[in-house]
């Protein structure tokens, strides 16, 4: 069974960071694409960052520049590190599949006062 833990959310000022943390278990997390995303209530869920199990990155032209995804695949862990957070970066953050996913873990909240 996939299980996917997000931590490290919180609330920040503008121009703050965080670095958030994606706990992966139950697959190849090595061979696995994988994704950060955000939801905004009223919204739909959104794709913030990508890697690939090469290691290629994508991000969202609204966080280019700022956010960095990584992955530990020894520690089967993916990471966000997030800088410069603007207010309209507040959201729940989750992590899950790219090309494949599977059911959502519970987010992370991260909140970024102007």
């Known amino acids: 069974q996939v299980q996917l833990v997000e931590s490290g959310g919180g609330l920040v000022q503008a121009g703050g960071s965080l670095r958030l943390s994606c706990a992966v278990s139950g697959i190849p997390f090595s061979f696995a694409d994988m994704g950060w995303y955000r939801q905004v209530p009223g919204k739909e869920r959104e794709l913030v960052a990508g890697?690939?199990?090469?290691?290629?990155?994508t991000y969202a032209d609204t966080v280019k520049g700022r956010f960095t995804i990584s992955r530990d695949n020894a520690k089967r862990t993916l990471y966000l590190q997030m800088n410069s957070l603007k207010p309209e970066d507040t959201a729940v953050y989750y992590c899950?599949?790219?090309?494949?996913?599977?059911?959502w873990g519970q987010g992370t909240r991260v909140t970024v006062s102007s």
């Open positions: 890697v690939n199990s090469d290691g290629d990155k």
């Open positions: 899950n599949g790219r090309g494949w996913s599977t059911s």
